[in-house]
């Protein structure tokens, strides 16, 4: 959440108290390179296989050698800077997250849902067979003797990109891994992504995700900048233990102040106390490669502006203006309304605020959510 703050004062300037936050850190280290003699190694090494060959649920019945499980636990011993990256994020929350609990139970138990957000096999207490009338919200289910309850915990962990037939999948080769490793060009791909931020319902007149879609149709696709570029862009880290480079950043951000612009229009920074002051704001979509906001229909975002005495009491009411995708309650989730941003594109808003007259003349301060 941004807050645009313009100073007023009720019948000098506007003052604009908004600002990103610089960065800090540890200063760059020197990036360690493999030794000459390992370079015919790392080049003989096979190619990784695909991501996901088969869809979701990923099927991995292989530990890769070096490893005591697959779990982001057993990652985190050396690979801690991923991991702590990881760990808040909506990836490692997938599950647990009480927005997907609840979006999941409108579905029923829809496993396009509960694939990407779960998406090794062993995190499935039970599987779906098949579907009753091929409803993917009535999936015939079975139960999973491969079930394991700390896998599930972590929802969307390391292994779900980084594990493929006993082989650790990367974006750098090292000739000092404890494991099979391989290089993976698919990792620093958009289409990587596509496979859950991009799923179709059977009978909807759009996709029901569709970020992967809003991106491609995009000026960020023609220009080559893709998912990774904004989520996970490099950082200066510890690879492992003994490893510092730039690295991909593992906390996928999605911030919303490098993804809006918010520009407001005022006819005076002074408010005649009983007179409607006309205010506007343009949003536009000027950092996000997608719609914004993106993801789940059943998701909005909520541009807020008040008007606030110095001891943060409202002196005139509240404008509220959601923007989302409206839906049908039930499937196929047929899209009824959408006043999202796509990139690149604006929309502007209008509205008058009134101070009672009887209020005396003090200063104020026009707050702008977004």
């Known amino acids: 959440m941004r807050n645009l703050l313009f100073g007023l004062f009720l019948v000098g300037g506007i003052a604009l108290a908004a600002g990103g936050r610089k960065r800090s850190g540890d200063a760059p280290q020197p990036v360690e390179q493999p030794a000459e003699e390992a370079l015919a190694e790392i080049q003989e090494r096979p190619p990784a296989p695909a ?7 990923v099927v991995i019945q292989q530990v890769p050698d070096g490893l005591a499980n697959l779990t982001a636990q057993g990652c985190n011993s050396c690979h801690w800077s991923a991991h702590d990256q990881w760990a808040p994020t909506g990836h490692a929350n997938a599950w647990r997250s009480e927005r997907f609990q609840a979006a999941v139970a409108r579905v029923g138990q829809a496993t396009v849902c509960t694939q990407c957000h779960l998406p090794l096999a062993n995190q499935h207490d039970r599987l779906a067979t098949g579907y009753v009338d091929q409803d993917l919200a009535r999936p015939v ?16 962990g390391c292994a779900a990109c980084h594990v493929r037939e006993g082989t650790i999948l990367a974006v750098h080769d090292s000739s000092r891994s404890p494991h099979p490793l391989a290089v993976s060009a ?4 958009s289409e990587s992504c596509a496979t859950c931020h991009q799923l179709s319902w059977p009978g909807g ?7 992967y879609g809003e991106w491609e149709r995009s000026r960020y696709a023609e220009a ?5 570029d904004c989520h996970m862009p490099p950082v200066a880290a510890p690879i492992t233990a003994s490893k510092f480079a730039a690295v991909s950043d593992h906390g996928f951000s999605a911030d919303i102040r490098r993804a809006v612009s918010a520009l407001v229009d005022l006819p005076s920074p002074r408010v005649q106390r009983g007179e409607p002051i006309s205010v506007s704001v343009r949003l536009q979509n000027t ?3 997608h719609h914004f906001p993106t993801g789940s229909p059943f998701k ?6 008040r008007l606030l005495d110095s001891a943060g009491g409202e002196l005139a009411e509240t404008f509220t203006y959601d ?5 049908e309650a039930e499937p196929p989730w047929k899209t009824t309304a959408d006043n999202r941003l796509p990139a690149g594109e604006e929309v502007s808003l209008e509205w008058e605020m009134t101070v009672a007259q009887k209020l005396p003349a003090q200063d104020a301060t026009l707050v702008i959510d977004v």
């Open 141 to 156: 289910l079975e139960d999973n003797p491969a079930w394991d309850p700390s896998l599930m915990s972590e929802g969307v």
């Open 224 to 228: 080559g900048v893709g998912c990774q």
């Open 205 to 211: 007149d759009r996709p029901f995700y569709d970020t």
């Open 287 to 289: 950092g996000s490669g």
């Open 323 to 327: 923007l989302a995708r409206e839906i």
């Open 186 to 189: 698919e990792l620093t791909r």
């Open 51 to 57: 991501m996901f060959p088969d869809g979701l649920p």
């Open 300 to 305: 909005r975002y909520r541009v807020r502006a």
